[in-house]
């Protein structure tokens, strides 16, 4: 299987518990059923917005510099720039 093919039929037998005990096949109790199962989408939407936002936080935290590669670009901007000067462009 494919990792799309999995994540859709997870998402698929969560979907599906998820909408029988919304729509009360499964008996439980009237404060689970009323107040805590119809915000359950939005507790999943909100944490998957968490994780992103904790995931994206931390690559920016542990993100390497890359001092050779700023060099090297910057020696090719100079190149560039000259080679830009030589056929009569005018550069700042």
Not at 70 to 83: F, G, N, P
Request: proline content about 4%; glycine content about 6%.
């Amino acid at each position: 299987m494919t990792r799309a093919t999995k994540t859709l039929t997870v998402f698929t037998i969560l979907a599906a518990i998820y909408t029988i005990l919304y729509l009360g096949f499964i008996p439980l109790s009237e404060k689970v059923q009323n107040e805590i199962i119809p915000v359950i989408p939005w507790w999943v939407l909100v944490s998957f917005g968490c994780h992103c936002l904790g995931n994206i936080g931390f690559a920016l935290f542990t993100f390497r510099d890359c001092p050779e590669a700023y060099h090297e670009l910057m020696t090719e901007i100079s190149q560039a720039k000259t080679d830009l000067r030589a056929k009569g462009m005018q550069i700042n």
